[in-house]
């Protein structure tokens, strides 16, 4: 089956620490995304990459960081200077030209204790 | 600054009724929209998009609708079943590759 795994489903840390969240797609897509999504409100973008080895800062990447070293994965480390970093973080994945839709992975609920 | 967003967070439907959800957008360059699903800890499912050259497009049970006059999209959902109970978001496609701007969503509640 083709499509995007996040893993762990939920996770959880102790303040202070770092943390990787684990995006992987076998869609063959170029972009990737991860997106933090808090209740009740909708999804803002974190970081985004159109291609290995290249990633942009999306509307609320502080405190965080990621890495694309490969077309398939796109993980997501939560630094302990994220100020808040309880949420829902969801990662998608697309491709260019005439397909334009964002598919996404089922999410990773992070709390931090 | 630009924004897209819900006029109604929580719509309650009566199976077998039709629904309409409504979006704003205020980017008057955004040349794409898409309608999202999200059921209670899952990630969005796609449901249906258009282009700003459009002002319709018809999908299995659902309807998109694009005024650009105004700037306001709606999705129509016909014969709401128990199974359409989400949260539906629109988004707008941002003149740069690839970005989505997402509104709050609106919470659909379907009764028996």
């Known amino acids: 089956d083709g499509g995007i795994t996040q893993s762990p489903k939920y996770l959880f840390r102790k303040e202070g620490q770092n943390v990787t969240l684990s995006c992987e797609q076998n869609?063959?897509?170029?972009?990737m995304y991860w997106y933090r999504q808090d209740p009740g409100q909708g999804l803002r973008l974190i970081y985004y990459?159109?291609?290995?080895?290249?990633?942009q800062k999306g509307d609320i990447a502080e405190g965080y960081s990621v890495s694309r070293e490969k077309k398939e994965s796109f993980p997501l480390t939560v630094t302990s200077a994220q100020k808040n970093p309880t949420a829902f973080y969801l990662c998608?994945?697309?491709?260019?030209?005439?397909?334009?839709?964002?598919?996404f992975g089922p999410g990773t609920r992070l709390t931090v204790l | 600054g630009e924004s897209v967003g819900l006029h109604l967070p929580t719509l309650s439907v009566q199976e077998g009724d039709n629904s309409i959800i409504n979006c704003a957008y205020s980017?008057?360059?955004?040349?794409?929209f898409i309608w999202y699903k999200q059921e209670s800890g899952k990630g969005p499912q796609f449901i249906i998009d258009?282009?700003?050259?459009?002002d319709k497009r018809q999908g299995q049970r659902v309807t998109v609708l694009l005024n650009k006059t105004v700037k306001h999209l709606s999705l129509q959902i016909a014969a709401t079943q128990p199974g359409d109970s989400a949260v539906y978001f629109c988004?707008?496609?941002?003149?740069?590759?690839?970005?989505?701007?997402f509104g709050a969503g609106t919470q659909v509640v379907v009764t028996p």
């Open positions: 998608a994945s697309s491709n260019g030209g005439a397909l334009l839709e964002q598919f």
């Open positions: 869609l063959n897509h170029d972009a």
């Open positions: 990459s159109q291609i290995v080895n290249d990633f």
């Open positions: 980017n008057s360059a955004s040349d794409y």
């Open positions: 258009i282009r700003s050259n459009m």
């Open positions: 988004a707008e496609r941002e003149n740069s590759w690839g970005k989505l701007q």
